[in-house]
Nanobody, 126 residues
Framework: QVQLVESGGGLVQAGGSLRLSCAAS????????MGWFRQAPGKEREFVAAISGNSGNTVYSDSVKGRFTISRDNAKNTVYLQMNNLKPEDTAVYYCAADFPGWQRVTTTPKDYEYWGQGTQVTVSS
């Protein structure tokens, strides 16, 4: 069982930055691929970014590529999402998720992820 707790969301002006964190419980964090997803009101949950357990593989959605960076610190059981040059369309609840096994692989499909956090709100004002 893995528990995930996101933090770092908030209100920011367009062009600003935020860094989201997701702290995971458990001793096998490095064996999980980690992903970030988001869901805006009235829209389906969409993939944002993912990273393999060994940090060797990362993948981003086209909408955030070049602006967002996913990283992880396995010693701290934490995955991060650095978000720069934020836009109003980035407004959503952001969720982190864990997929096992994920030492080398990453997936963009929500149904592949077994564990989810409760989400953190990100609001970007224009």
């Amino acid at each position: 069982q893995v528990q995930l707790v996101e933090s770092g969301g908030g209100l920011v002006q367009a062009g600003g930055s935020l860094r989201l964190s997701c702290a995971a419980s458990g001793r096998t964090f490095s064996m999980y691929a980690m992903g970030w997803f988001r869901q805006a009101p009235g829209k389906e949950r969409e993939f944002v970014a993912a990273i393999s357990g060994n940090s060797g593989n990362t993948v981003y959605s086209d909408s955030v590529k070049g602006r967002f960076t996913i990283s992880r610190d396995n010693a701290k059981n934490t995955v991060y999402l650095q978000m720069n040059n934020l836009k109003p369309e980035d407004t959503a609840v952001y969720y982190c998720a864990a997929d096992f096994p994920g030492w080398q692989r990453v997936t963009t499909t929500p149904k592949d992820y077994e564990y989810w956090g409760q989400g953190t709100q990100v609001t970007v004002s224009s």
